[in-house]
């Protein structure tokens, strides 16, 4: 009863990571089925100067999140997944968060009116909402971290092998 | 943390095996946006005889893309007399080429009639069968979308730095939106399909 109960409990979580998992692998598909686009996005970060470094962050980064996207869906190495794409959204929310700045200067307005399209996955968006959304995710990611979302994976961690 | 490690480096491994699948992938070593130096950086002089690159900008949104144009060392042309070598007998005769550097669903869905297709980032496609009426031509207009597309002026480059000469290639930086826009003739399909894109009531 208790495990029911505790299952019970444990669902919001596993709708979390569920949300994650779908969220990453559609946004990765949005951005892999056209790397000509996504490497112009990136390309407006000026975050590396290496052709090399530009095009395997253009070409690699979607088909990473579509693997950790599906691996979450999955429940498979949750924590590692979840501690992976927490790696990832904090520095590139660091990156959009620059880069809205310097399209304020430019443009010399509100930093909330700031819009652009962030090489996201979801095409234009304002500036303020974008941040928002992504503190959420690096928070549900974070929340992942905490051992959470058993409930219906496939394997939960690696090493531990099979969950109940 | 090791967890973590196994994972990123398993999508590691899915990533670049994903891209060198994918027939849309990119390939690492290229250089997608060479810089400007080349053959012939500088601008080349164009004679007024033979066309009349942009001088009068209707707004600072052209002049703006002009300039980046030439920061490029390249020629920019409006639309007025991208349209006057679209209707120049030249232009049956081979002697004014148009090349859309778009990519081939765009290219597909509508163009400039006779527009050869040339997309910069998968240019083992076409760049072959391109090159010889290039080469052979007086001018060669390159467009793209238009605004911030700088495929144009990448593609142009592709061509200075394959042999055609600088001289006669002329970046239409209006691009499609524009010509489409100004209601002007498109074709639809493959090049010289005769098709016209069905118009939108």
Same mark, same amino acid.
Do not use: W
């Given at each position: 009863m208790s495990h029911l109960s505790g299952k019970a409990i444990d669902f919001p979580t596993v709708a979390g990571r569920w949300f994650l998992g779908a969220l990453f692998v559609y946004t990765g598909l949005e951005k892999g089925l056209d790397p000509v686009a996504f490497l112009k996005l990136v390309r407006q970060y000026e975050l590396v100067q290496s052709p090399f470094l530009l095009n395997s962050i253009a070409a690699t980064l979607p088909w990473f999140e579509v693997f950790c996207g599906a691996l979450l869906l999955a429940g498979i190495a949750v924590r590692g997944t979840a501690l992976t794409l927490a790696g990832i959204l904090i520095p590139f929310t660091a990156a959009v968060w620059h880069r809205a700045l310097v399209l304020q200067g430019a443009r010399a307005i509100p930093f909330c009116a700031v819009k652009f399209d962030c090489g996201c996955g979801t095409g234009e968006e304002f500036i303020c909402r974008k941040l928002l959304e992504n503190a959420g995710l690096i928070l549900l990611a974070l929340w992942l971290l905490?051992?959470?979302?058993?409930?219906?994976?496939?394997?939960?961690?690696l090493s531990k092998g099979r969950e109940p | 943390m090791l967890e973590a490690v196994l994972v990123m480096a398993a999508a590691a491994g899915f990533a670049f095996a994903a891209n060198e699948l !994918?027939?849309? /992938?990119?390939?690492?070593?290229?250089?997608?946006?060479? !810089?400007?130096? /080349?053959?012939?950086h500088t601008a080349p002089k164009v004679t007024p005889a033979d066309t009349h690159p942009?001088?009068?900008?209707?707004n600072s949104e052209t002049a703006e893309i002009d300039q980046r144009i030439k920061g490029k060392g390249l020629q920019p042309i409006d639309r007025a007399e991208t349209e006057r070598l679209f209707h120049d007998p030249r232009y049956q005769q081979g002697l004014v080429v148009f090349v859309d550097a778009r990519d081939e669903d765009h290219y597909a869905a509508g163009h400039i009639p006779g527009a050869y297709p040339l997309d910069r980032y998968h240019p083992e496609k076409d760049l072959a069968a391109d090159l010889t009426p290039c080469e052979n031509a007086d001018q060669v207009v390159v467009y793209c979308t238009g605004g911030d597309c700088e495929d144009a002026e990448y593609t142009a480059l592709l061509l200075r730095d394959t042999g055609?000469?600088?001289?006669k290639i002329f970046v239409y930086g209006g691009g499609f939106d524009e010509w489409s826009a100004s209601q002007l003739p498109l074709e639809q399909g493959a090049r010289d399909s005769g098709v016209a894109p069905v118009k939108s009531p």
């Open positions: 905490g051992g959470r979302g058993r409930l219906l994976a496939l394997r939960y961690s | !994918s027939p849309r /992938g990119l390939k690492l070593a290229r250089d997608y946006f060479p !810089s400007v130096a /080349g053959p012939s942009a001088s009068a900008h209707e055609v000469s600088i001289q």
